[in-house]
């Protein structure tokens, strides 16, 4: 398996602009993560998925962030507008979850830098 | 709100030193404890997965630790090599699915 594919790379913007990073789980995994990473706040959790269905979007900094999932093999987070403060690095993270068993590796993508001008 | 400190924020070492990254966190009512490596510019990877019943695991030159009481946790590593140098990243678990992660440990061995 390839891995957690996520895309771009590498997003260059300027304020106010919408924003679209993408994210492919491993096939297989049922569950999906949204993640931003800053020097000054390290990894957070923003939203996860559970069989496509958001379970917990608590970390979601507010209304200009939105995620998806339309199917299993496919996930988008939105930034509309975005601001220079948005600028972080996000990860999209996914596992396999067995109910009732604790154990959950998540298997990270290589991340998005995104600038935000 | 659990929260995850790790210390030493950064570590520089010689190669073939032995050394321990320590990681805290507030809640103990965890359900389980992960250590993390962190490439520049890449994602992370999963070194090493403590469930909150055991005490220590092991992988090769890797060696980490659990005590849930206290809410501590650390990361043996013998033998270091420039190969190793990274970020290390502990994180906790506080329900079946989610992390909370500490800032890292950035680790530089020199040849």
């Known amino acids: 398996d390839a891995g957690v594919i996520q895309s771009p790379r590498h997003e260059v913007t300027e304020m106010g602009q919408e924003v679209t990073l993408r994210c492919k789980p491993i096939s297989g995994h049922n569950s999906l993560f949204w993640y931003r990473q800053t020097m000054m706040r390290g990894l957070e959790l923003l939203i996860y998925?559970?069989?496509?269905?958001?379970?917990?979007d608590s970390g979601m900094p507010e209304d200009r962030f939105s995620a998806k999932m339309p199917n299993a093999s496919f996930s988008t987070l939105k930034i509309q507008p975005s601001e220079p403060r948005d600028s972080a690095v996000y990860f999209c993270?996914?596992?396999?979850?067995?109910?009732?068993?604790?154990?959950?590796?998540?298997?990270f993508g290589a991340g998005t830098r995104l600038s935000v001008l | 709100k659990q929260e995850v400190t790790q210390i030493p924020a950064a570590l520089s070492v010689p190669e073939g030193e032995n050394l321990v990254l320590n990681c805290s966190f507030t809640d103990s009512a965890i359900y389980n404890l992960q250590w993390f490596r962190q490439d520049p510019g890449k994602g992370l990877t999963s070194l090493l997965l403590?469930?909150?019943?055991?005490r220590e695991q092991t992988s090769g030159r890797l060696n980490a630790s659990l005590d849930k009481s206290s809410g501590r946790s650390t990361l043996y590593i013998a033998a270091s090599q420039p190969g190793d140098s990274a970020t290390y990243l502990c994180?906790?678990?506080?329900?079946?699915?989610?992390?909370?992660f500490g800032k890292g440990t950035m680790l530089l061995v020199s040849p």
């Open positions: 403590i469930q909150s019943s055991q």
């Open positions: 993270a996914s596992s396999f979850r067995i109910e009732g068993l604790p154990k959950n590796i998540q298997y």
């Open positions: 994180a906790v678990s506080g329900g079946y699915s989610t992390l909370t």
């Open positions: 998925f559970n069989n496509n269905v958001p379970i917990d």
